[in-house]
């Protein structure tokens, strides 16, 4: 191995936020436990920029998306630039994904059955992934054979059967933050501290691999094309709106 930061900076270039705030953690930080999320099933697409919201307010590592490259920003209020994100075509690539030797991820499934434990026990070991259930119909069977365990939210009134997918997103992560031990952010006022916010360098609301990304810039690029421009991040952006574009740095590879 290179160190505590091995097989990050072949992800991260060394002006990426990723870099700032690993800083901001301490001496510690790589060495504790990360935590990634699962998206997919989502039928309120409205759902995956909260979800996102979420993900960068409890310090997710990575949100993988399963299925369609595209997904809805509404709801981020422009975190969306904050987060790392990865596009899978299945389930069964999300898990290898995550298993594999450098993640070692337990998969925890957020569902109401039999032999889940309680969020509050924080059944947690090491590196974790959450994967939450469908708002109607909870967790597929597809998405089941892909958990190692279970985990659920106890409710103590009557009125309704089942949290929204967005709060129980909240709940659940901002519960392995508290078993990860991780640094809460600077406060000021009565708001958090944002860091310093990245350009948008692609459009918003489409998730796709840097490398193709790079390759197809290169070659518009020895083509004579101006458009490359674009993806290097010259673009004009007078009268565009809020910065809510996923950032091609902020991106991993495998």
């Given at each position: 191995?290179k160190?505590?930061?091995?097989g990050?900076?072949?992800?991260?270039?060394e002006?990426?936020?990723?870099?700032s705030w690993?800083?901001?953690?301490g001496e510690?930080?790589a060495?504790?436990?990360?935590c990634?999320?699962i998206?997919?099933n989502v039928s309120k697409k409205h759902?995956?920029?909260?979800?996102v919201?979420?993900?960068?307010?409890?310090?997710?590592?990575?949100?993988?998306?399963?299925g369609?490259?595209?997904?809805?920003?509404?709801?981020?209020?422009?975190?969306?630039?904050?987060?790392?994100?990865k596009?899978f075509?299945?389930?069964?690539?999300?898990?290898?994904?995550l298993?594999?030797?450098e993640?070692?991820?337990?998969i925890?499934?957020?569902?109401?059955?039999?032999?889940?434990k309680p969020?509050?026990?924080h059944?947690?070991?090491?590196?974790?992934a959450?994967i939450l259930?469908n708002e109607?119909?909870?967790?597929?069977e597809?998405?089941?054979?892909?958990?190692?365990?279970y985990?659920?939210?106890?409710?103590y009134?009557k009125?309704?059967?089942?949290?929204?997918?967005?709060?129980?997103?909240?709940?659940?992560?901002?519960?392995?933050?508290?078993?990860?031990?991780?640094?809460?952010?600077?406060r000021?006022g009565?708001?958090?501290?944002l860091g310093?916010r990245?350009?948008?360098q692609?459009?918003?609301?489409?998730c796709?691999?840097?490398e193709?990304?790079?390759?197809?810039?290169?070659?518009r690029?020895?083509?004579?094309?101006?458009?490359?421009l674009?993806?290097?991040?010259?673009?004009?952006?007078?009268?565009?709106g809020?910065?809510?574009?996923?950032?091609a740095?902020m991106?991993?590879?495998?």
């Amino acid at each position: 191995r290179k160190g505590k930061f091995f097989g990050v900076r072949e992800f991260f270039p060394e002006n990426s936020i990723w870099w700032s705030w690993m800083a901001s953690q301490g001496e510690g930080a790589a060495a504790r436990p990360k935590c990634y999320l699962i998206v997919h099933n989502v039928s309120k697409k409205h759902n995956i920029g909260t979800l996102v919201r979420s993900a960068v307010a409890f310090n997710v590592h990575q949100v993988c998306l399963v299925g369609s490259k595209r997904f809805n920003v509404f709801g981020n209020h422009g975190s969306v630039n904050y987060v790392s994100l990865k596009h899978f075509d299945c389930l069964k690539d999300v898990r290898a994904y995550l298993k594999d030797e450098e993640r070692q991820c337990t998969i925890y499934g957020v569902e109401i059955i039999e032999g889940a434990k309680p969020i509050q026990e924080h059944p947690f070991e090491g590196n974790a992934a959450f994967i939450l259930g469908n708002e109607g119909q909870g967790l597929t069977e597809q998405q089941m054979a892909i958990c190692d365990s279970y985990v659920y939210i106890p409710q103590y009134g009557k009125g309704t059967a089942s949290l929204n997918v967005t709060v129980a997103g909240s709940i659940i992560l901002h519960h392995f933050c508290i078993w990860a031990n991780y640094k809460e952010t600077d406060r000021e006022g009565y708001k958090y501290v944002l860091g310093e916010r990245p350009q948008r360098q692609m459009k918003r609301g489409v998730c796709l691999d840097p490398e193709q990304v790079k390759e197809e810039r290169l070659a518009r690029k020895a083509q004579g094309s101006a458009d490359w421009l674009e993806s290097e991040g010259h673009q004009d952006t007078q009268g565009e709106g809020p910065n809510e574009g996923v950032i091609a740095s902020m991106f991993t590879t495998e």
